[in-house]
């Protein structure tokens, strides 16, 4: 069943990678005896990136599945193609872009203010670790929305009688 397939493990890696790595990011955490810290938080980048390509995919599977009559039609996902146009997923995807380029840089101006010598690793890994989780959620979000504005296309093709809600 796709609906536990995707999105409900997705949503829980979504939510445990984004809690604990916002519980953890100020400057680690000890649960314990064990001592979280940037090791952890990369980890918990990694969840919410593959939380979130299984909650997308779980969004094509569910498009693809009604268009090729696998499923029946689905108001939820009729509003979902509806509302998720191309272009919002662009800006979306470039407004994180730019977030994470953002984070980099600064990253890159502590370095810089050091003569580009040694940092102290953890540091620049609080900083570092999140900028290239939003570089990556980006360009996840530009890519996935190229593919949903192309399944959309066929979607109001098939369903074109509910466009105007």
């Known amino acids: ?19 604990l790595g916002a519980w953890i990011l ?6 314990g005896g064990v001592d979280l810290d940037v090791h952890t938080l990369l980890y918990c ?24 009559g696998m499923h029946p039609f689905s108001p939820r996902a009729d509003q979902i193609v509806r509302t998720l146009h191309l272009e919002r997923g662009l800006a979306a995807g470039a407004t994180l872009i730019a977030l994470g380029l953002t984070g980099s840089l600064a ?22 670790i999140p900028s290239v989780l939003l570089l990556l959620l980006g360009g996840q979000v530009v890519s996935w929305s190229f593919h ?16 105007a809600r």
């Open 1 to 19: 069943s796709p609906r536990w397939l995707f999105p409900y493990p997705g949503t829980a890696l979504m939510a445990a990678g984004l809690g």
């Open 107 to 128: 990253a890159t101006l502590r370095w810089a203010g050091s003569s580009f010598g040694d940092l102290d690793p953890v540091q620049v890994m609080r900083l570092v």
């Open 45 to 68: 980048a990694a969840a919410v990136v593959v939380g979130f390509q299984l909650a997308m995919f779980s969004v094509f599977s569910k498009v693809v599945a009604v268009l090729t």
């Open 26 to 31: 100020p400057g680690g955490a000890r649960i």
């Open 148 to 163: 949903l504005g192309l399944l959309r296309l066929q979607w109001l093709r098939t369903f074109p009688a509910r466009e």
